[in-house]
T-cell receptor, first 115, second 116 residues
């Protein structure tokens, strides 16, 4: 079985400051890793994903995440946040399997960017 | 190309009534997943369907909940005799193939069910 722990339920930060949202996972099999973002009253949007290859993955809006296999972590970072980054961020894993993949989500981290 | 369409966006039901939530997957997607988001929690997998088949319903409550994805029309998540604990946001996602994890699912905007 898999589980995902997002260590911070809320992260307040000032605009233009750096931010790190932490995610650790537990799994007995290899997994794919994802970060999703949910803006208020909207669905989830895929922010970035790690499937294989380079352990550092980037999104188009300045976020990046690094897969650390030894620490079973997939922390999300941004060097300078904007007000518009205020949202809830979900880390998720999907186990490699012979059939389909379903997502196991963490409880989410609410990022609040203040002016 | 329209995304995953869910309706209604908001649904209010009295205890004991039935709730029907609809999901139209993206064009070309034949795999549908339903997730439930309880307040202050992450999303929990409920059920995975292909056209006319339920593949995995391991996350569905044993009673009152059912799902279908007919040959024609949207996928339906039905909750009979709703209770206050059913109040949640219900999200549908679709993918073009079974290995949805590889592609990253496309989620709809959700249906927010409130039971009064």
């Amino acid at each position: 079985a898999q589980s995902v722990t997002q260590l911070d339920s809320q992260v307040p930060v000032f605009e233009e400051a750096p931010v790190e949202l932490r995610c650790n996972y537990s799994s007995s099999v290899s997994v794919y890793l994802f970060w999703y973002v949910q803006y208020p009253n909207q669905g989830l949007q895929l922010l970035l994903k790690y499937l294989s290859g380079s352990t550092l993955v980037e999104s188009i809006n300045g976020f990046e995440a690094e897969f650390n296999k030894s620490q079973t972590s997939f922390h999300l970072r941004k060097p300078s946040v904007h007000i518009s980054d205020t949202a809830e961020y979900f880390c998720a894993v999907s186990p490699f399997s012979g059939g389909y993949n379903k997502l196991i989500f963490g409880a989410g981290t609410r990022l609040a960017v203040h002016p | 190309n329209a995304g995953v369409m869910q309706n209604p966006r908001h649904l209010v039901r009295r205890r004991g009534q039935e709730a029907r939530l609809r999901c139209s997957p993206m064009k070309g997607h034949s795999h549908v997943y339903w997730y439930r988001q309880l307040p202050e929690e992450g999303l929990k997998f409920m059920v995975y369907l292909q056209k006319e088949n339920i593949i995995d319903e391991s996350g569905m409550p044993k009673e009152r909940f059912s799902a279908e994805f007919p040959k024609e029309g949207p996928s339906i998540l039905r909750i009979q005799q709703v209770v206050r604990g059913d109040s949640a946001a219900y999200f549908c996602a679709s993918s073009p193939a079974s290995r949805g994890g590889n592609y990253g699912y496309t989620f709809g905007s959700g249906t927010r069910l409130t039971v009064v």
